[in-house]
């Protein structure tokens, strides 16, 4: 099994742009090119309206997580948003946004990184803001960088949280617990032209309330530490809507932020977010082919080790609807499992996908929600990594998340 889960490089999705520029919507590119590999549908202006909602509701800084989806056409709408700073966690996703944005701000948060990514990103890419969670890691960024708070260096110590509600709880793997997060601090402060608290709830938290007790811990933290600090980060985690959830509105989310920032009365210090997810799940879909079906179960053209890997082991729900161009489907609809088309028993998808019953072999499906944690999950397992990606311009199937939920 080692062998055969090797990983090589992924092929690059194919841009098909030209076609995209003359047929606007994904059923007219189904109908004219009848993609037998996967076909990732962008939507540039919804990732865009979903960052301008965010940025302008959020009370304080939108940095956006690159991790979720780097590409740079996405990077260009988040840009066009308004998003003017990135949360970036490798000496890649730096220089990528740098050689896009000139002028963008970095900020470097993941706790544990190699002494060349934080070189190169100090020295070549004017990053000036890294995250430690650990005494080891501050000294590692101050050996590296040289910098101090005449340098202009930023320090943020990331804050362990407890196990959580998030649909991704991250509490097990980075953070300082709440003592020791008091001694980074402390230590921190003389060397920081600004020194902030970060913490992430988890990735897909359906809870306002994780915000508020995260936050609540944060102040008795600063308070113990006796420090003033410039930066509150409340990670990202920022939900969005799937067939079998529908969040509070990101509305509740910053009002929660926001009153639990008031609560905790710092002078002068400011609020920043980074969210991935919320800014471009919805400006992102795929379509996959039927190539059997079995039953109740469809064998597909992608799967767990291409963009659906959330629809594996994770066990997310998506949204998707039939595409067949050549006549109209069956109006009943039935629960769907997908397989996946590497060979291994893991690349199941249980869904239910919800189908026209009469799904059939050659039909092609959009499976939406994909702009977050889909494309840049890709590997090559099996030689199952071609894809194109094309730009269309019609709505995403669950509508624009931010703009529906700002006006809840
Ligand atoms: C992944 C990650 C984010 C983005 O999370 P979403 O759930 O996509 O909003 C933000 N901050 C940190 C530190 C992360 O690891």
Not at 57 to 67: E, S
Not at 131 to 146: H, M, N, P, Q, S
Request: aromatic share 8%; charged share 20%.
């Amino acid at each position: 099994m080692d062998l055969l889960r090797a990983r090589a490089a992924v092929a690059p999705l194919r841009r098909d742009l030209d076609t995209a520029t003359a047929l606007p919507s994904v059923d007219a590119l189904v109908a004219v090119a009848r993609p037998e590999e996967p076909m990732h549908c962008l939507r540039p202006a919804a990732i865009a309206a979903a960052s301008a909602g965010f940025v302008q509701g959020f009370p304080g800084r939108t940095l956006y997580a690159v991790k979720c989806n780097p590409d740079p056409a996405v990077l260009r709408a988040v840009w066009e948003g308004g998003v003017r700073h990135f949360d970036c966690a490798s000496a890649a996703e730096v220089a990528l946004v740098r050689s896009m944005f000139p002028e963008a701000g970095i900020h470097f948060m993941h706790p544990v990184k190699a002494r060349s990514a934080i070189r190169e990103a100090w020295q070549r890419h004017a990053v000036q803001d890294f995250v430690v969670d650990t005494a080891e890691e501050l000294a590692k960024v101050l050996d590296e960088t040289g910098g101090d708070a005449a340098q202009g260096l930023g320090l943020f110590v990331r804050l362990a949280l407890p196990k959580g509600v998030a649909r991704y709880d991250l509490s097990g793997k980075f953070g300082a617990e709440p003592a020791e997060a008091v001694a980074l601090l402390r230590a921190a402060r003389p060397l920081a032209a600004r020194l902030g608290l970060h913490f992430h709830v988890g990735s897909q938290c359906l809870d306002p309330l994780a915000w508020r007790r995260a936050m609540h811990l944060a102040g008795q933290v600063i308070r113990a530490a006796g420090v003033p600090v410039e930066v509150i980060d409340v990670g990202g985690g920022f939900p969005v809507a799937y067939p079998d959830v529908t969040p509070p509105p990101l509305g509740a989310f910053f009002a929660e932020v926001e009153a639990a920032f008031e609560a905790l009365d710092l002078p002068g210090a400011t609020l920043w977010a980074e969210p991935g997810r919320a800014l471009v799940a919805g400006g992102g879909s795929v379509v996959v082919q039927v190539q059997q079906r079995r039953g109740d179960t469809l064998y597909v053209n992608d799967g767990v080790y291409g963009a659906l890997s959330d629809a594996g082991a994770p066990g997310f729900q998506f949204p998707c609807r039939l595409v067949r161009p050549d006549g109209a489907a069956g109006a009943a609809l039935r629960g769907f499992a997908f397989f996946g088309p590497t060979c291994d028993s893991a690349d199941r998808m249980a869904g239910p996908f919800w189908l026209p019953e009469d799904v059939r072999e050659g039909d092609w499906i959009e499976i939406g929600q994909l702009g977050a944690y889909g494309a840049c999950l890709r590997t090559a397992f099996n030689g199952f990594d071609r894809a194109r990606l094309v730009e269309v311009r019609d709505r995403p199937m669950l509508g624009d998340d931010t703009a529906a939920a700002l006006a809840a």
